[in-house]
């Protein structure tokens, strides 16, 4: 197994960059520049956990995309020595090279499995993952599909993201749909660690959670879009964080569950 790292691991979800009215869209990109500047020379990897954009979408010839201060930051952040890697959410799954391009990301389309601190770890957006919930499986497998894609290259981008605003529905996300949302995302992360993880890591369900089991870990990232969340994992295993007033502080309302049942 690998050793220890002395450097840590950083998790990030669901900031929905360019979902929300000014001025709380500007406050948390400006925030999320601010975090990845500090980790700059510091992390030995940032997993950005899906949904970090409400609409990203690459066309055959280059597009602006807006948000040039966090890209700027995430190209730093690699060049400093730290692996940045993208995984697509329901929101970005279409980044690709040009994102690659921009960052110095990878970017990763399937969940990935990886080993930090001599821990396997199962990393997923999330979405569509738990049991249940037919209807959505569906919509993603059409939204995948590269016929799908191929057809939606073929509206400006102008059009294609007048329509991924009017789908996006980020004003949907009520605090009595995160709270349904949680008990079926515990069932499946407690699932991966039944099958020999040490932990798995979702984002998509917008609020952090952390439980144990037998000392591994189920963890659900949570939302930078309002609740500035932060998963790292260290020497001292993983922790649940926020970022606020510009520092990263513990989030003990994420933390400290009880082990759960096997």
Not at 72 to 79: C, E, F, K, M, Y
Not at 162 to 176: E, F, K, M, P
Not at 216 to 227: C, E, K, L, P, S
Request: proline content about 5%; hydrophobic content about 45%; aromatic content about 8%.
């Amino acid at each position: 197994m690998t050793p220890p790292t002395d450097r840590p691991v950083y998790f990030l979800a669901d900031a929905h960059l360019g979902g929300l009215e000014d001025p709380a869209d500007v406050s948390s990109e400006r925030d999320l520049e601010a975090f990845l500047r500090s980790i700059e020379g510091a992390a030995e990897a940032l997993y950005l956990v899906g949904d970090i954009f409400d609409f990203w979408f690459e066309y055959r010839v280059a597009s602006a995309h807006g948000h040039d201060g966090v890209l700027r930051a995430l190209d730093a952040l690699s060049h400093s020595g730290t692996a940045v890697k993208f995984l697509g959410g329901n929101h970005d799954y279409w980044a690709g090279q040009e994102f690659e391009r921009l960052t110095g990301a990878s970017v990763h389309r399937d969940p990935i499995v990886a080993t930090h601190g001599g821990k396997r770890l199962f990393i997923a957006h999330g979405d569509g993952l738990p049991a249940g919930d037919r209807g959505y499986r569906i919509l993603k497998s059409v939204l995948r599909n590269p016929i799908a894609i191929s057809a939606f290259r073929q509206l400006s981008p102008a059009i294609g993201a007048r329509l991924a605003v009017r789908v996006s529905n980020v004003s949907g996300i009520t605090d009595d749909r995160v709270q349904a949302a949680i008990p079926p995302m515990r069932e499946f992360l407690i699932s991966k660690l039944d099958e020999g993880f040490d932990a798995a890591v979702v984002g998509h369900v917008h609020a952090p959670r952390l439980w144990k089991q037998d000392g591994r870990d189920a963890i659900i990232v949570g939302d930078w879009m309002t609740n500035r969340s932060v998963t790292v994992l260290d020497a001292s295993g993983f922790r649940m964080l926020r970022w606020t007033d510009g520092a990263l502080v513990p989030n003990d309302e994420a933390c400290g569950s009880a082990d759960v049942a096997g």
